[in-house]
């Protein structure tokens, strides 16, 4: 049976929240442990909650740790910050490449209204006077660029029946 997908939003109640804690801090040290295993890299988990009385839940020891942490430390700036992102530069990407999204996007529903304009046209479905200039100057533009490019495959088609 599959799990429902959960509402991720803080739990109110106490008892809930303690014991989904502990069984999440289990499973996410269970998955680093795994990780290190699998993968055979060095990995360490700190967890630090307030339902753990104030102790830091940490694997695979503190010693184990402040040796990784140290290592880390020794390691040269630009090697440490190379795949670091803070939440202000990763929010600042996501708009970003959602931002291209969305203008790829419009950029598509455009051509795709402009060329249902033209064979609506075409087939006199439409009619010309109530559209602006801007409009019809884009369909004028569109039209030639379809030309263009029937023009250009009628031309490959008829050299490939020659050949």
């Known amino acids: 049976m599959s799990r429902k997908k959960m509402k991720l939003a803080y739990i109110t109640n106490d008892t809930k929240r303690k014991t989904t804690c502990k069984k999440r801090t289990k499973g996410l040290l269970k998955k680093v442990r795994e990780l290190t295993t699998l993968c055979k890299i060095e990995a360490c988990a700190i967890i630090l909650s307030p339902d753990f009385d104030s102790q830091p839940e940490v694997w ?10 140290s290592q880390f430390k020794k390691l040269p700036q ?10 202000e530069s990763f929010l600042e990407q996501s ?4 931002t291209q999204q969305l203008k790829k996007r419009r950029n598509e529903n455009r051509q795709k209204d402009l060329k249902k304009f033209m064979f609506q046209s075409l087939s006199g479905k439409w009619i010309l006077q109530s559209m602006n200039v801007m409009d019809l100057n884009e369909v004028g533009v569109f039209v030639e660029q ?4 029937i023009d250009k495959r009628v031309r490959v088609l008829t050299n490939e029946s020659r050949s």
Not at 78 to 86: F, G, H, Q, Y
Not at 95 to 98: L, P, S
Not at 146 to 149: A, H, Q, V, Y
């Open 60 to 69: 695979p020891s503190h010693t184990g740790a402040q040796q990784l942490l």
């Open 78 to 87: 630009s090697i440490r910050n190379n795949k670091m992102v803070n939440q």
């Open 95 to 98: 708009i970003a490449k959602a």
């Open 146 to 149: 379809n030309l263009k490019d």
